[in-house]
């Protein structure tokens, strides 16, 4: 029997180059580095240049809806990059950051897996060059200075405390913290309101780090976040606090991107990190456009199924910042599909091909969705060790009927060059691709009807509800003038609906909005649909009961 090594394993025994060689191999003089120890650098934002941006082959990475445990996309991601530099393609790859709570919950770390892993691994995965904790002070700042404004008689804005909604954020899933009252302790502790926490990567902050282009940009998309209203009905912002240059100053390091490296020693680029169940899922504009400055093709990936991360990348991102991918990689497990063909997740390493054909019919909305997009797809079958050649087929067969290119990535396992064939198929998608994206609304249409538009085309849905509270915001939304913003639906990602056991392809089905919240900043507008939460919980077993360091500082159990 093969006995494999875990991630942290792999990633421990890889002798890493310095990145001043990593920066060297994409033209990048040491003097412009701020290096963050031996592995790990910001890029300074002069180095993006926009004449390469536009000659530059951006790939998007996305997946079928995933089991709770995730599919593969970030080591998907990091295999094909891999794989695209062994055929002679020079690539970027560029990456979320991860966050603590699903490190120290469910899902473990983000930076890839196997032999397709971005590096330090340990590093990336806990504080890495500490952007969230920027983020998470930026975000307790406004916080700060919202209940200060409220309690002094200096410069008072009349803040009705009943309507604010900013919430302070932490890093962590911590499911006692998602509703508290605070301001307790009398007069000297302020005025008494419920609030709460969010997790720092669905912050609006977060999102706005992501979206910026420059520090000037930040700086105004922070001033217009909304904060409530006065007792006169009268909207209240940042900028009303006088909030958004201290806020940016405490971003001033945080908005530059991250150089690591592949344990192949390609460049990896590392920036932000909002969740695509309820922000908009993928890195940076910023760092995006730097990985497209320096190497003639870039892979992203955008979180969940390509009913969220692509949806939002492509609606919102490219809305915003002009960029097109030239081709999306939708990645598929065996295991996801027998998962969705009803097989027990305890059980999804035995053979069931009467499973597995009946899970394909999600991976079958999620390449007509693509189609809408007018994208080339090529399905990437992320193989696991379980996985038989006759399931396989079935796979690869249904992907031909449907005259889509597919191929098998054993990157997990061989690195770049299990990734080969993926690359190839990849390339070829690229180099005869005329295409530009198509969005699924127009930014001029109503919320409701780019809400609609969404759940109909993408999801799948027959119907829209709008509970009364949603109505509600509705009315709010275009009495401060973000009605014609793209919209970033908060949906369950385990589900095309917004039903979590509804797995499959579901049909017919009414996708209820309970409420819409408000990212001014950000430029969109919230719909939260289901029971959606922004601060997670941990699991009964949390990954972090396994994890554990010694004397010499080497860490274990993290994955």
């Known amino acids: 029997m093969t006995t494999y090594r875990s991630d942290l394993e792999i990633a421990q025994s890889t002798e890493l180059q310095h990145i001043r060689d990593i920066a060297r191999s994409v033209s990048i003089a040491e003097e412009q580095l701020e290096m963050y120890g031996n592995y790990k650098t910001k890029l300074p934002l002069n180095l993006i240049d926009e004449k390469k941006v536009e000659k530059s082959k ?21 295999g ?3 794989g695209l530099n062994k055929i002679g393609k020079k690539t970027t790859v560029v990456l979320r950051e991860p966050s603590l709570g699903p490190v120290f919950g469910v899902k473990g770390g983000a930076a890839g897996g196997g032999y397709s892993q971005v590096v330090p691994m340990e590093d990336i995965n806990l504080h890495f060059t500490g952007d969230f904790a920027a983020v998470e002070k930026a975000n307790n700042l406004l916080a700060a200075l919202i209940d200060n404004n409220v309690q002094t008689s200096r410069n008072n804005l009349y803040i009705d405390p009943r309507t604010v909604e900013w919430k302070r954020v932490m890093d962590m899933n911590d499911r006692a913290l998602r509703n508290i009252v605070s301001g307790m302790g009398g007069k000297p502790g302020g005025m008494m309101r419920e609030t709460g926490f969010d997790i720092t990567a669905a912050s609006e902050i977060m999102a706005i780090l992501c979206l910026a282009t420059n520090m000037d940009d930040l700086k105004e998309k922070i001033g217009n976040i909304y904060i409530g209203d006065t007792f006169e009905g009268q909207a209240v912002f940042a900028r009303d606090l006088k909030a958004e240059g201290a806020m940016a100053a405490l971003l001033k390091d945080a908005i530059k991107p991250n150089l690591v490296q592949t344990l192949e020693g390609n460049p990896a680029i590392i920036h932000g990190g909002p969740f695509a169940n309820i922000a908009q899922g993928t890195n940076s504009v910023i760092a995006t456009k730097m990985g ?7 892979v992203t990936e955008a ?15 490219c809305g915003y910042s002009g960029l097109t991918p030239k081709a ?9 599909l027998k998962y969705h063909g009803g097989q027990a997740l305890t059980d999804l ?4 091909t009467v499973a597995l054909v009946r899970g394909l019919a999600n991976l079958e909305k999620h390449i007509e969705n693509t189609r809408i997009y007018g994208l080339p797809t090529v399905i990437s079958v992320n193989r696991f060790i379980s996985d038989t050649d006759d399931e396989i087929a079935i796979v690869t067969q249904r992907c031909n009927e449907m005259g889509v290119r597919v191929a098998v990535c054993e990157g997990w396992e061989k690195g770049g060059a299990g990734a080969i064939g993926l690359a190839e198929q990849v390339a070829e998608a690229v180099e005869s691709s005329k295409a530009r994206y198509k969005p699924v609304y127009d930014w001029n249409w109503t919320v409701k009807e780019k809400i609609e538009a969404v759940a109909r085309k993408i999801y799948g849905a027959r119907n829209v509800e709008f509970l ?6 509705l009315k709010k939304i275009d009495r401060i003038g973000l009605s014609k913003k793209p919209v970033c639906i ?13 797995l499959g392809r579901p049909e017919n089905f009414t996708l209820t909005v309970r409420e819409i919240e408000i990212a001014a900043g950000a430029g969109f507008s919230i719909p939260i649909t289901g029971n959606m939460l922004r601060m997670p919980g941990l699991p009964a077993v949390p990954a972090a009961e396994s994890m554990d360091i010694d004397n010499d500082g080497r860490i274990t159990g993290l994955s």
């Open 303 to 317: 979180g969940f199924g390509a009913d969220l991360g692509a949806e939002k990348f492509l609606n919102i991102k």
């Open 490 to 502: 908060a949906k369950t990602q385990n589900s095309l609906s917004d039903d979590p056991k509804w």
């Open 58 to 78: 951006l790939i998007l990475v996305t997946a079928m809806t995933p089991t709770p445990a995730g599919e593969g996309k970030t080591t998907t991601s990091i």
């Open 349 to 352: 390493k035995a053979a069931n």
């Open 468 to 473: 009364p509270r949603a109505k509600q915001n």
């Open 80 to 82: 094909l990059a891999e």
């Open 292 to 298: 497209m400055s320096l190497t003639d093709y870039v």
């Open 328 to 336: 999306v990689v939708l990645v598929t497990t065996i295991r996801a």
